[in-house]
């Protein structure tokens, strides 16, 4: 079996102790060569009845596994359980919560919530290029919270005060996103409003100075399901494969 292609695939694969273990070395080690995480030696040898590598130098915790060095270390939750996780996290479109997680791969609910948090950590992306170098640039802001219509009218008269905002916008957070097609990457900001001033800061703090061959489109839609931000942003996923094989993965620090 290759790439697994759906989350069936993903538990039957993964569910092979062997398979967890090239996959972790194809991630961490792309020429193949297991290293100590402890000291960097090579010449380790694998301990196929505990399943765990050993290091002949003498130091600390000679034995490791595959976990340590990576956002799996200190966790009881087997590789067979996480690498489906991660697969999922990276697959799911309108993302997914701990209690879908649970269902899905068969652990508790706070087990998926552990979970989670450290692959949205993993996943976060931090780097700070600027946009609009190879192609048009989409940008949109939405407003993101309960229903107002459903709350208590003395909570909402509480939040009213508090925020200043009217209607449908009680007890919101505005999101700002900024679309470049050519990279395939979404960067999204918490604002304080929208107004122009807070929207053209977001922008011009993500884009190249020159604009002349970026046509930067802007849409203010209050209705979030016609958002063409939205829309984008769920359309332009990276691979499983994309999400973990990068040079600064930050499940494992640089590959």
């Known amino acids: 079996m290759g790439e697994p292609k759906t989350l069936r695939e993903a538990i039957q694969y993964f569910n092979d102790p062997e398979n ?39 130091h600390d915790k000679q034995k490791f596994s595959l976990k340590v060095g990576t956002i799996f270390e200190g966790s009881p939750i087997g590789l067979d359980k996480w690498l489906p996780a991660a697969w999922l996290i990276a697959n799911c479109k309108n993302g997914i919560s701990s209690y879908e997680l649970a269902r899905a791969i068969g652990v508790t609910q706070k087990s998926a919530w552990f979970m989670l948090g450290r692959l949205r950590e993993a996943m976060q ?53 900024i679309l470049d097609r050519e990279l395939r990457q979404v960067r999204a900001k918490v604002l304080p409003n929208v107004k122009r001033e807070t929207l053209q800061s977001m922008i011009l703090e993500n884009l190249r100075h020159s604009l002349r061959s970026t046509r930067m489109s802007m849409w203010a839609m209050t209705d979030w399901k016609r958002s063409t931000f939205t829309r984008s942003s769920i359309t332009l996923r990276s691979t499983f494969a994309d999400r973990f094989t990068r040079k600064e993965s930050r499940i494992s620090g640089p590959c």
Not at 21 to 50: H, Q, T
Request: glycine content about 14%; overall charge positive.
């Open 20 to 58: 967890c273990r090239k996959f972790m070395i194809f991630v961490r080690w792309p020429d193949g060569k297991v290293r100590c995480p402890y000291c960097g030696n090579e010449n380790v040898s694998y301990l196929s009845n505990a399943k765990l590598y050993f290091c002949p130098k003498k």
């Open 125 to 177: 992306d931090t780097r700070t290029h600027k946009f609009g170098f190879g192609g048009p640039v989409e940008g949109d802001e939405v407003y993101i919270g309960p229903n107002p219509t459903k709350m208590h009218k003395d909570r909402k008269a509480k939040i009213q005060a508090r925020d200043g905002l009217k209607g449908g916008m009680v007890g919101k957070t505005a999101v700002q996103g």
